[in-house]
């Protein structure tokens, strides 16, 4: 099993829908949680941390849930520039090392 | 600040040949890190460092080697390359290891064949 899985899409979306993606990771040490976002041919920039309460950024959303760990985020009232692929990211032990899901890859279009 | 700058962009080697991929930042960062992602894949850590003259090895080290010299400087060495090792490489940096955004260098492209 994968410790970061998620759908790799792709998630086809008019503008101004609202999508959701999920992500499981597979170690329950696991202590810090985030979603990266990375542009195609670009590097993966922080989107937002997810905290254990959930948390919101503008028209993003993201939740943790620990008992089935895995992790989420909403994205409401979709623009083109939210195209992009999302990363799930993980990060479990010291150091700050990260695992990184595949990514889910979000067009959204006119 | 320029943040994390990564040398060359992209790069073309042959098989056997080795060759040093640059990462420098300027954020006064304790830890860097050096990545591969390879076509569909998740990013997966070569090597880390907590700070200068500390190096430890990540997911896939098997092929490189790093050294930490200095606090700003973090560069990866490929020995002896193989068509395995084509893939997009980054390098991050991050202020702490416990929780703190990584950032990301714009990556180096690189072709083994």
């Known amino acids: 099993r994968k410790e970061v899985e998620q759908d790799p899409g792709p998630f086809n979306v008019p503008e101004g829908a609202t999508v959701a993606f999920n992500c499981t990771y597979s170690?329950?040490?696991?202590?810090?949680f985030f979603w990266y976002r990375q542009d195609c041919r670009k590097e993966p920039k922080l989107l937002m941390s997810?905290?254990?309460s959930g948390n919101e950024d503008g028209r993003f959303t993201a939740q943790l849930n620990r008992a089935s760990q895995y992790i989420s985020l909403l994205i409401r009232d979709s623009k083109l520039s939210d195209s992009a692929t999302y990363l799930c990211?993980?990060?479990?032990?010291?150091?700050?090392?990260?695992?990184f899901g595949t990514g889910t890859r979000l067009q959204v279009t006119l | 600040n320029a943040g994390v700058t990564q040398t060359p962009k992209f790069r073309i080697l042959k098989i056997g040949q080795s060759m040093t991929l640059q990462c420098t930042q300027d954020?006064?960062?304790?830890?860097m890190y050096w990545y591969r992602q390879d076509p569909g894949m998740g990013l997966k850590l070569i090597y880390y460092?907590?700070?200068?003259?500390?190096?430890d090895k990540g997911e896939v080290p098997n092929g490189y080697n790093v050294s930490r010299s200095t606090t700003e400087d973090f560069p990866l060495r490929l020995e002896l390359a193989a068509p395995s090792q084509t893939s997009v490489y980054f390098c991050?940096?991050?202020?702490?290891?416990?929780?703190?955004?990584?950032?990301f260098g714009p990556g180096t492209r690189l072709t083994v064949t």
């Open positions: 170690n329950s040490a696991s202590q810090s």
């Open positions: 954020m006064n960062h304790n830890y």
């Open positions: 997810v905290y254990s």
């Open positions: 991050a940096s991050s202020y702490s290891g416990t929780g703190s955004e990584q950032y």
């Open positions: 990211v993980v990060r479990t032990g010291t150091a700050s090392k990260l695992t």
């Open positions: 460092s907590v700070g200068a003259g500390i190096t």
